[in-house]
């Protein structure tokens, strides 16, 4: 059975920091173009944060996370990373984790993933 499992959120202080890993259970980055990381905030919309080309590396991040955020792949242990950085309070929301076969442009713009995680929450708060 295809899924994604998500691990690593918790609660953290405005400027600390969190890595979030998602293990790809079922299936290998060979199946999906791309891997990425999405948001989503009480009462708002879920946005894309960061997403990885599966077969060339390429990243792309959201504006908002542009300089603090990074993410990565371990082709080994079938996981992608997302490492955050000087966190902020807006970064506040429960992240998931998609797999599919997205154009990379638009990786983060859109929502049409095959697979999605179930989530792990991040609060940053004092």
């Known amino acids: 059975q295809e899924q994604l499992v998500e691990s690593g959120g918790g609660l953290v202080q405005p400027g600390g920091s969190l890595r979030l890993s998602c293990v790809l259970s079922?299936?290998?980055?060979?199946?999906?173009?791309?891997i990425a990381w999405f948001r989503q905030a009480p009462g708002k919309e879920r946005e894309g944060v960061s997403c990885i080309s599966s077969s060339d590396g390429r990243t792309n991040y959201a504006n908002s996370v542009t300089g603090r955020f990074t993410i990565s792949q371990d082709n080994t242990k079938n996981t992608v990373y997302l490492q955050m950085n000087s966190l902020k309070p807006e970064d506040t929301g429960v992240y998931y984790c998609?797999?599919?076969?997205?154009?990379?442009?638009?990786?983060?713009?859109?929502?049409?993933?095959?697979?999605w995680g179930q989530g792990t929450q991040v609060t940053v708060s004092s």
């Open positions: 998609a797999a599919g076969s997205i154009v990379f442009r638009m990786c983060v713009d859109t929502l049409e993933y095959d697979y």
């Open positions: 079922g299936f290998t980055f060979d199946d999906y173009t791309i």
